[in-house]
């Protein structure tokens, strides 16, 4: 089954730590895409890639980092510098074109104690 | 800038009846893509149907279909026969020049039995 997972599904988290979001897909899309969703909101973008080794902030990237290192794999860490990190957080990936829908996973919820 | 609005925050209708869900969104560009998602409680974004501006022929896909007016940037989702599962948050997207989607915030709707 092509897809896309996240893990962990609830993450806790306290004050003053970072932690990693994971991002695996296996539908061979060239690009990845972290969005962060509070309650009764849309979207917004943290970070995307459109090839490995290479991504680009978002609108809202303070706070957080990314790395590609392998076309499959797109992990988030949220660092003690976010402010306000309790949020739900979805990743995506596509083609690198317009045409292209992009592929959500089933989300993190990410909860700052 | 590129922006999406979403005028209708909340609706609700009985099941079996047709609803609209309004878009309008702002682009200087002459071909792009509009997509609409649906987001159930599971919090899983689904792609619902696809349209691409540079056809006038407005998209369908089963109950869901869309009124794509080019010159007024309007991108209306129209259900027909709604059914409980349609109850839904909706997000109206367009991909830029960077193949990145904006987003609208999201029309929440209910499907009352």
């Known amino acids: 089954d092509g897809g896309i997972t996240q893990s962990p599904k609830y993450l806790f988290r306290k004050e003053g730590q970072n932690v990693t979001l994971s991002c695996e897909q296996n539908?061979?899309?060239?690009?990845m895409y972290w969005y962060r969703q509070d309650p009764g909101q849309g979207l917004r973008l943290i970070y995307y890639?459109?090839?490995?080794?290479?991504?680009q902030k978002g609108d809202i990237a303070e706070g957080y980092s990314v790395s590609r290192e392998k076309k499959e794999s797109f992990p988030l860490t949220v660092t003690s510098a976010q402010k306000n990190p309790t949020a739900f957080y979805l990743c995506?990936?596509?083609?690198?074109?317009?045409?292209?829908?992009?592929?959500f996973g089933p989300g993190t919820r990410l909860t700052v104690l | 800038a590129q922006t999406v609005t979403q005028s209708q925050p909340e609706m609700s209708v009985q099941e079996a009846e047709t609803v609209t869900l309004s878009c309008t969104y702002d682009?200087?560009?002459?071909?792009?893509?509009l997509f609409w998602y649906k987001q159930p409680p599971s919090r899983q974004m689904i792609l619902v149907i696809r349209?691409?501006?540079?056809k006038q022929q407005n998209a369908t896909e089963n109950r869901f279909s869309v009124n794509f007016q080019k010159a007024a940037k309007s991108f209306s989702l129209k259900i027909s026969d709604s059914q409980l599962g349609d109850t839904a948050m909706y997000f109206c997207?367009?991909?830029?020049?960077?193949?990145?989607?904006?987003w609208g915030a999201g029309t929440k709707l209910i499907i009352k039995p």
């Open positions: 995506a990936s596509s083609i690198s074109s317009p045409r292209g829908e992009q592929f």
């Open positions: 539908l061979n899309h060239d690009a």
């Open positions: 890639s459109q090839i490995v080794n290479d991504f």
């Open positions: 682009t200087s560009e002459s071909n792009y893509y």
């Open positions: 349209q691409e501006a540079y």
């Open positions: 997207a367009f991909t830029d020049s960077n193949y990145q989607l904006i």
